[in-house]
């Protein structure tokens, strides 16, 4: 089970987390974060459960347009098209963390949590999962206006499921 992170966690998320990490470990795989809205907690999550450490790399919070630049290679031309909270801006935080990093499965997750600029829809959160030599997949979530906390709570768990199936999927993509 997770540590420091019990007290705010949901068991089943302790659960499936705990299994991720050792599907990861069987699998030989190494995870890596590329996280916006989520601030760091799926890296945090993932580093939580003893005895596993070393199937987490690194985690990149690239909460700022230019952290997603600079850190991950997105074009801001990009971000200014398509918008930071877009599909296409969350594959390519995944691929670029794939690329920045020694591991070979990434999830990138970005959002909005809370309240953002007019128009924006609070928890609305796209997820991307790079594996090496495979296509990228994605996912939207439209978790509606229920609190940051609850946004970003729910952020991990679909996290935590989009990579599993990821990391358990044998074949090629």
Do not use: N, W
């Amino acid at each position: 089970m997770t540590e420091t992170l019990t007290e705010a966690l949901p068991t089943e998320l302790e659960i499936a987390t705990e299994a991720l990490l050792r599907e990861a470990h069987e699998r030989e795989l190494m995870l890596a974060t590329a996280e916006s809205c989520t601030g760091g907690m799926l890296a945090s999550l993932l580093t939580d459960v003893d005895g596993y450490g070393h199937v987490f790399d690194r985690g990149f919070v690239v909460y700022s347009e230019h952290a997603k630049c600079q850190l991950l290679g997105l074009a801001p031309e990009q971000i200014a098209r398509c918008g930071a909270v877009s599909r296409d801006v969350a594959v390519a935080m995944a691929q670029g963390a794939l690329a920045a990093s020694d591991a070979q499965v990434v999830l990138a997750v970005t959002g909005f949590a809370g309240e953002g600029a007019p128009g924006d829809e609070p928890g609305l959160v796209h997820f991307a999962c790079a594996r090496t030599g495979r296509a990228t997949v994605h996912r939207v979530e439209h978790f509606g206006d229920v609190g940051r906390g609850a946004v970003r709570i729910a952020a991990l768990k679909v996290a935590v499921a989009l990579m599993a199936a990821v990391v358990a999927d044998a074949g090629g993509g």
